[in-house]
């Protein structure tokens, strides 16, 4: 059964960092693309950026671009996401996501986190 679990959201100040995890299980990480996305209050889900098999990288918003940074640890079955200099409209609900090889439109991930909170705030 597969399963990802995200960690390490929290209350940050403006301009702070935050590492969210995605900590995988149940499928071989090396052969699948992971992609973060977000959802805050109010509105609806988006894509924030995403990391394929081969560790091409996607931004699906151009808001975190320079701010945002994702890695892989096939070893550690772990998918981080780096964010820098955090600003108020980063605050959502993170959630990672996998599919098989590449990264594609958010509606065509096929496993899904139950998301981490991240707000913040002064």
């Known amino acids: 059964q597969p399963q990802l679990v995200e960690s390490g959201g929290g209350l940050v100040q403006p301009g702070g960092s935050l590492r969210l995890s995605c900590a995988t299980s149940?499928?071989?990480?090396?052969?699948?693309?992971i992609g973060w996305f977000r959802q805050a209050p109010g509105k609806e889900r988006e894509g924030v950026i995403c990391?394929?098999?081969?560790?091409?990288?996607?931004h699906y918003t151009d808001s975190v671009k320079g701010r945002f940074t994702i890695s892989r640890d096939n070893a550690k079955n772990t998918v981080y996401l780096q964010m820098n200099s955090l600003k108020q409209e980063d605050t959502a609900v993170y959630y990672c996501?996998?599919?098989?090889?590449?990264?594609?439109?958010?509606?065509?991930?096929?496993?899904w986190g139950q998301g981490t909170p991240v707000t913040v705030s002064a």
């Open positions: 996501a996998a599919e098989w090889a590449m990264c594609v439109t958010m509606s065509r991930f096929e496993y």
């Open positions: 990391i394929s098999s081969d560790d091409d990288i996607t």
């Open positions: 149940g499928f071989t990480l090396d052969y699948y693309a």
